[in-house]
């Protein structure tokens, strides 16, 4: 979770630098902070993410110490998360998470690709990012925030798994609260007889409401009076943005560790910031911290907010990293590029990576064809990309062939012109510096609000389908 170091704990971790590793001291000196609502700005720059070791991972103690200070800051108590371990032991892989206090929980499986899908009561995390590399039957590790009051693990196993153990070991001496999972393999078809929620192990009920970044406006009844004078903020044009990735789902991981739903975050609201300082446009953000979203919850929150456009903010990552630059990229049934329908791919799958069971999903559905419906949104989201890349050439470096198209499930509303804007790779050191400052992505920014000037124009008469 992002969240902001009062001067109290700064002091506290400065005295306790001489018992950390600097490395997990240096997230908690610093803080990842991102633009608030406001407009005030903290440089990202120096926003580092510890890896959780390969074999072993013991996060210093004394992060657990600090953390109540910060949820009470914020005005909250949530148990902590302070450490992450994972054991190879042969006939199974365990895996150990340290709590502040005893916790209910919930397990559930899912398929293709084979995963165990974890759910906790919402918790401050102080464990660093997800393991690296394979442990046992255990690929990789990600958690974070799926829903208000609902932490989310997701562990992608090797292959099929049945969860043997999962239980809460009681605090004793200066041993803290454990959970404790332990996997071992099965057969793919006893697998496949026990996928998704309906077949989870555990009390932990998830709460069912969207959570305050998902929500959208409550409607408005209509005027009592008909002669009435019209709203002055129905004439704004109504712009959903939309930071890529968050909650369990990091992104890419920069050269430096940092995550991509940072940087789309701490961009999105910058954008905000810009928009509304206009006057012209009214904007609505799919979520304004760090929290888990579906694909079609992203699309569905901009259409109930009736949108004119939706704009999707990334960042990638690829193997070569001397690629740099921006791209913007339009729904189409076919890709420009292969590298366009890899991404494509990768960015879809991001439901999975939350732990979403898209098991009852049609063919259709999740191979996300488009129909004849959504030519014209997209004809205007080609026009739009056109206005775009135009002001941000100007500013920034762009890749060659900027306006790429492919089968991007978040830019599949039928009635919402959509973009998605890849503002840099941060597989390449220095479009990851420059997207860590708070000077560039302002620039970048001012650049995309004058396209959507031009987009709309002086008579402002482009409106939403």
Known sequence: MLFRV???????????????????????????????????????????????????????????????????????????????RLYDHGTHTRLVLELSEGVDFSLFRLADPYRVVIDLPELDWA??????????????????????????????????????????????????FRFVVDLEPMERAQFMAVLGPQHKIGQFGAPAPQTAAAQPPAAKPPAEDAKAAPKVASQKKIIAIDPGHGGVDPGAIGVSGIYEKIITLAAAQQLRTRLEGTGRYKVILTRDHDVSLGLSERREIARTAQADIFVSLHADSMANKAVRGLSVYTLSERASDKEAEALAEQEN?????????????????????????????????????????????????????????????????????????????????????????????????????????????????????
């Open 127 to 176: 464990v660093g990012n997800a393991a690296q590399g394979t442990v046992g039957l255990v690929k990789s590790v990600r958690f974070g925030l799926f829903q208000t009051g609902n932490a989310r693990i997701v562990v992608d196993l090797g292959g099929p798994a049945n969860i043997k153990n999962a239980f809460v070991l009681p605090a004793t001496g200066q041993t803290p």
């Open 349 to 465: 799958s991001a439901d999975s990576i939350i732990g979403i069971d898209l098991s009852h999903e049609t063919q259709e559905v999740r191979h996300i064809l488009v129909d004849l419906a959504q030519r014209e949104s997209m004809n205007l989201a080609t026009k739009l990309a056109a206005k775009l890349i135009n002001e941000l050439e100007r500013e920034v470096t762009l890749v060659r062939n900027s306006h790429r198209f492919a089968r991007f499930a978040v830019l599949k509303s039928p009635d919402i012109p959509s973009v998605l804007i890849e503002m840099g790779y941060l597989s390449n050191r220095e479009d990851e510096t420059f997207l860590k400052k708070d000077a560039y992505r302002s620039k970048l920014m001012s650049a995309l609000v004058r396209g959507l000037d031009t987009h709309f124009g002086p008579s402002r008469s482009v409106s939403r389908l």
């Open 6 to 84: 009062n001067d109290l704990t700064r002091r506290f971790v400065r005295l306790m630098t001489n018992f950390l590793d600097p490395k997990y001291a240096a997230p908690l000196l610093t803080g990842p902070s991102v633009e608030s609502r406001e407009g005030s700005r903290k440089s990202l720059e120096n926003i580092y993410n510890p890896s959780i070791n390969r074999r072993l991972v013991v996060v210093a103690g004394a992060a657990a110490v600090m953390w109540p200070m910060v949820s009470q800051a914020a005005g909250r108590v949530l148990g902590i998360a302070s450490a992450m």
